[in-house]
């Protein structure tokens, strides 16, 4: 088990679409953990290490991006929303058990979701109120040149138009912007069947994909791919060869062809493969 330092500068987020973009390749390159690697720093967590929490949060800083990406669309900058998320996987990391028999993903989607819920709680007024930098600056604006209650008469919209050099309808969509009450985020204890429907909790994240069930996909094949990898390693050249040219290449080779090449017959290339997968499949469940 390494117990090299991680690179904690990366738990921070930086801003800048190209900062931003770096950061993303960064997280993406650090390996991901077996299980056997999981449990064994997650049990030390819970014996006060901090270094084996940090790996634990390092090599799952991937997936809080891969979440994050689920609430883009609202006008909130993508760098925060994987911010807030790394804050969820750390409270994340902090209250794992290992023998509960579940990966620390699947857990800690949770955790992910509800910090970067919680931010989006905090924004919701000014992210449906003003998005762009206009719609932001004649909502300012408006709210200096609106001095009663009630609604701007078609003369007062004129006047406002031409002062803040606007479109009469733009500053009439702002007005309403501004009287609108604000919405509740999650569902009231009381809520019927209609009001949920109308509740942002349902329906501010990406609800075509479960995030668990495709983490932990990704997650399964990447540690697959390991393994056979290594499974690979293990065999001697011909048999890789083999194996390759039956199994792996775009143009797969006949037991015929590879006979010719290795000068057998195909009955022994048949074996050979055979024998091969067998030494793999025991390689891989080692």
Known sequence: ?????????????????????????????????????????ARQVANGDIDCAKQLIMAHLRFVVHIARGYS?????????????????????????????????SFAVHWIKAEIHEYVLKNWRIVKVATTKAQRKLFFNLRKSKKRLGWFSNEEVNTVADELGVTPKEVMEMEARLSAQD????????????????????????????????????????QSQRRLTAAMNTLD??????????????????????????GVSAERIRQLEKNAIKKLKAAMEG
């Open 183 to 222: 919405a509740a985020f999650d569902l009231g204890p009381d809520s019927d069947d209609d009001e949920s429907s109308y509740a942002p909790a349902l329906y501010l994240e990406d609800s075509g994909s479960n995030h668990a069930e495709v983490i932990e996909a990704e997650d399964w094949e990447d």
């Open 73 to 105: 669309g609202y006008g909130l900058p993508q760098a925060d929303l994987i911010q807030e998320g790394n804050i969820g996987l750390m409270k994340a990391v902090k209250r794992f058990d290992p023998d509960v028999g579940v990966r620390l993903v």
């Open 1 to 41: 088990m390494s117990t090299s330092q991680p690179n904690m500068a990366l738990m921070v987020v930086p801003q800048g679409h190209g900062s931003l973009e770096s950061y993303i390749q960064a997280v993406n390159s650090i390996p991901m953990l077996s299980v056997e690697e999981e449990q064994y720093l």
């Open 237 to 262: 050249e011909r048999a890789r060869d083999i194996l390759k040219a039956r199994w792996l290449d775009e143009e797969k080779q006949t037991l015929h062809e590879l006979a010719d090449k290795y």
